[in-house]
């Protein structure tokens, strides 16, 4: 993802996109998510396609589109995208716009309608997505029981590739504070119960925030560290590095820091403000507009 593709290659990309998908009759909308494409490949695109929508995160090259989405951007939001889009582009930037499936808007709302209710024990998630992130898994699990927390368990969700589910079942068969799984469409269930999410910088940020669920995040890619320094100041997460610095000593002083403060409500409630789990509808509704109609984008 860090690497650039070159004018030439997007113009044989859009020419080749173009030529499989037809421009007859022009579609309403092309939507497109890829690092390496920019203003070159979205201008060649534009004869196939009435509009044109960009997801985007790293602010870092020039676009041709009517409306962008960043769910990352926090604090100076237009500000990020002005240099980079042209005038008439409508901008949807911020958490509120998290494309986040329709059942987190239920969840969202038994979870705060039972949040001041103490559960016997707490859970802490564990979840680094699709990859195969063996030594990290490691690191969790041994640090979790170094750290003898009191009425914790520990949920260990593997990636749907992983090698290592019947590894790590046989390693914790006799500990009953300790669950596997293998990776699952969503993680929507498991996020509703959770006290503590460990796992990578990614789309679970926002649907773990819609339910206030705050994170312990190793950044697990050179383009996530951007988002992770700029979450982590905002209070987002508490990114305590990447996957190649973390270590079993970090994660154990993180879960015995955790447990003995526990998360504040203030914690919670500023990660449910940032997500109420409607940016869905909200992109829907952009997408619906019609380029002549006057409705704007507005938090």
């Known amino acids: 993802p860090e690497v650039k593709w070159t004018p030439h290659d997007q113009e044989i990309d859009a020419s080749a ?6 421009s007859s009759p022009l579609y309403d909308w092309l939507i497109v998510d890829h690092y390496g494409l920019n203003i070159f490949w ?48 409508r901008l949807a930037l911020g958490p509120g716009y998290a494309l986040l499936s ?25 979840s680094f997505g699709g990859t195969d992130q063996k030594a990290l898994y490691e690191f969790v699990i041994q640090a979790f029981r170094s750290a003898n927390l009191k009425n914790v368990d520990l949920q260990v969700v593997l990636g749907g590739s992983s090698h290592h589910v ?7 068969e006799f500990d009953e504070s300790i669950q596997i799984f293998r990776q699952t469409t969503t993680l929507a269930e498991l996020f509703a119960t959770t006290s503590l999410f460990i796992g990578g910088i990614g789309h679970t940020t926002w649907e773990r925030c819609c339910l206030g669920v705050p994170a312990l995040g190793i950044s697990l890619a050179q383009n996530q560290e951007q988002l992770a320094g700029r979450l982590d100041r ?30 504040l409500d203030a914690e919670r409630q500023f990660l449910y403000g940032l997500v109420d789990g409607r940016g869905t509808p909200r992109i829907l509704t952009a997408l619906s507009a019609e ?9």
């Open 102 to 126: 329709q059942e987190y808007i239920s969840l969202r709302r038994e979870r705060l309608r039972h949040s001041g209710s103490v559960s016997a024990r707490r859970k802490i998630l564990v």
């Open 234 to 263: 905002y209070g987002v997460l508490n990114w305590i590095g990447t996957k190649e610095t973390v270590t079993y000593g970090i994660l154990h002083q993180q879960l015995r820091l955790f447990f003995a403060t526990g998360s």
């Open 166 to 172: 019947e590894f790590f079942r046989s390693q914790t």
């Open 291 to 299: 380029r002549s109609s006057q409705v704007e984008i507005r938090p």
């Open 17 to 22: 996109l173009t030529k499989a998908l037809g």
């Open 42 to 89: 979205e201008r060649a695109v534009r004869v196939i396609t009435k509009r044109l929508m960009v997801i985007d995160d790293l602010a870092n090259r020039e676009h041709d589109c009517d409306l962008l989405l960043d769910q990352g951007c926090l604090g100076d939001n237009e500000q990020r995208y002005a240099p980079l889009v042209t005038n008439n582009c």
